[in-house]
């Protein structure tokens, strides 16, 4: 039975409250202006510091000196360097430099009850180290296609303007009639200035309704809806989602947090609406006795092995062990589907090139073939 999205709002009890500033320097925001790579750095190497045997604040020192060329993260480790020697605790210290996810700062909240930071702080990395190779994946699989979009709209839009109306001109002192193919792509020609505003018009409108709306839940998961119906990249779409949630929960049940603390948690690092909402629903369902599988199966956008892969980990008591390997699994079928597509597009718009080059090139010689026609009276 699928589940209708547009009558579920998410809930969310651990969003932060902004009903009062933040006291300290928060104002500066040091964490939200630092990117996924330096944070990865930034907890690797501090987990690694710790795990050798230093202290805390030691720890923070060395960090300190090894960054002073990179101005937000030197700045952002003061600001936690003075919080922490004014006996604030971890948490409270990230809280204080700004700009943490309540993921990261429960995250850290845990680790100081549990007296495990240097395993939560390795966990952190390896979730940012996850995003930046999914960054990576994505930018390499779009990088060429969009390369050679621009560079085909450039030539078509030089064809058009320059050469078509130079073959025109010939064809017009001639008087005679020309084959429908060419009268077509001449009047395209004629009209490109309309064609060419009315695209970059419609571009610029979506985008425009695309912010406008970015806010209204029955817009997103209409729009989410439909992309995860386009062939491949839909796919490809759904496989990124069901990554970051798989490794959202694998580090947050090995931190200890329990079940339902970790889909709330979870449901902020979700990008899509359509996902938040159904880990939402799933977290009431667990509210309510219901197991955290059974409640999956409610939504299309869990396929079936995770499905039965989170059955088993809930009958065997492994479920950290489960979503990680899930994780591991999401990640290797994204980096599959990425090359795939990649495979697919480069020849697919080769074609696509050549096509519309040729059909330009045979519409403007075609009458060429035939030139006593052209010539006759």
Known sequence: MAIDFSQHTIKNEFAPDNSEPRSGISIFSFLNKLGIKEREM?????SVLL??????????EILKSQYKNKKVLYKMISSILISTSSGKGIRESFEIAGGCSQFELISLSIAEETKNLPLVLENLADYFKSKIELKRQIISLLTYPVIILLITAGVLYFMLDM???????????????????????????????FYTYTILGSVVSLVVVNKVFSKNEQFNIAKEKTLFRVPVFGALLKTIALNRFCSSMSILLDSNVQLTKALSLSQE?????????A????????????????????FNIFDTKMITMISVGEKSNSLVKMFNQLSLQYNDDVSHKAKLIGTILEPLIIVVIGTIVGVIMIAMYAPMFDLSKIMSP
Do not use: H
């Not at 050469?163 to 008087?175: E, I, T």
């Not at 690092?269 to 909402?277: G, Q, S």
């Not at 880990?279 to 409610?298: F, P, Q, R, T, Y």
């Open 42 to 46: 930034f907890y690797r190497e501090l």
């Open 51 to 60: 795990t050798s045997g230093l202290d805390l604040k030691s720890s923070y």
């Open 279 to 298: 880990i939402a629903c799933i977290e009431n369902d667990i509210a309510l006795g219901k197991s955290l599988s059974e409640s999956m199966v409610n």
């Open 269 to 277: 690092v979700m990008e899509y609406k359509t996902l938040r909402i």
């Open 163 to 193: 050469v078509v109306p130079m073959f025109s001109n010939v064809f017009k002192q001639f008087g005679a009639d020309l084959p429908y193919l060419t009268r077509k792509i001449m009047n395209i020609s004629q009209d490109l200035s």
